[in-house]
């Protein structure tokens, strides 16, 4: 008898996927500075807050529009799915992981907090850890894989 997946147990990747969305809320959402903790207001901040805002929105929306049908909110791929090496991932391997730190950075510049910018480091770290097995499932799953990773950088483009 096959054993079920219990998501509690975190086989596919759950508890990633709630430790983000508490991240990107708490960088979005959370306090704006903690005891003095943030930096004075710039235009050069905001303008590249905006930026970073508007294009990790971008990324974003553009990854998951490209995934369609493999979307899932688990790290595990599908059993169904394919590869997808075209639009946004032709520039990183994970965009909607982009996009959504590009989110968090370009907030933090926006609202000027030190606070926010460590939140967004934070969740820059998370996601990289959770692409880690992530990873090793589309490896298994694709044998493409492994060259499209020499191809395409994980995270941030040209450089990660």
């Given at each position: 008898?096959?054993?079920?997946?219990?998501?509690?147990?975190?086989?596919?990747?759950e508890?990633?996927?709630?430790?983000?969305?508490?991240?990107?809320?708490?960088?979005?959402?959370?306090?704006?500075?903690?005891?003095?903790?943030?930096?004075?207001?710039?235009?050069?901040?905001?303008?590249?807050?905006?930026?970073?805002?508007?294009s990790g929105?971008?990324?974003?929306?553009?990854?998951?529009?490209?995934?369609?049908?493999?979307?899932?909110a688990?790290?595990?791929?599908?059993?169904?799915?394919?590869?997808?090496?075209?639009?946004?991932?032709?520039?990183?391997?994970?965009p909607?992981?982009?996009?959504?730190?590009?989110?968090?950075?370009g907030?933090?510049?926006?609202?000027?907090?030190?606070?926010?910018?460590?939140?967004?480091?934070?969740?820059?770290?998370?996601?990289?850890?959770?692409?880690?097995?992530?990873?090793?499932?589309?490896?298994?799953?694709?044998?493409?894989?492994?060259?499209?990773?020499?191809?395409?950088?994980?995270?941030?483009?040209?450089?990660?």
């Amino acid at each position: 008898m096959k054993s079920q997946n219990l998501w509690w147990k975190g086989e596919h990747g759950e508890w990633y996927v709630v430790a983000q969305v508490g991240l990107f809320f708490m960088a979005v959402l959370g306090p704006l500075s903690w005891w003095g903790w943030s930096f004075p207001a710039s235009k050069l901040a905001s303008v590249v807050g905006s930026v970073f805002l508007l294009s990790g929105s971008l990324l974003f929306i553009s990854g998951i529009l490209r995934l369609g049908a493999n979307l899932t909110a688990l790290p595990y791929p599908k059993p169904e799915s394919t590869l997808i090496v075209t639009g946004p991932y032709r520039i990183v391997r994970h965009p909607m992981y982009s996009g959504a730190i590009l989110i968090a950075f370009g907030w933090a510049l926006l609202i000027h907090s030190w606070l926010a910018i460590g939140t967004a480091l934070v969740l820059f770290v998370l996601f990289d850890f959770k692409s880690r097995p992530e990873e090793a499932w589309l490896k298994e799953k694709f044998p493409d894989y492994v060259a499209y990773q020499q191809r395409v950088r994980k995270l941030v483009p040209l450089i990660y």
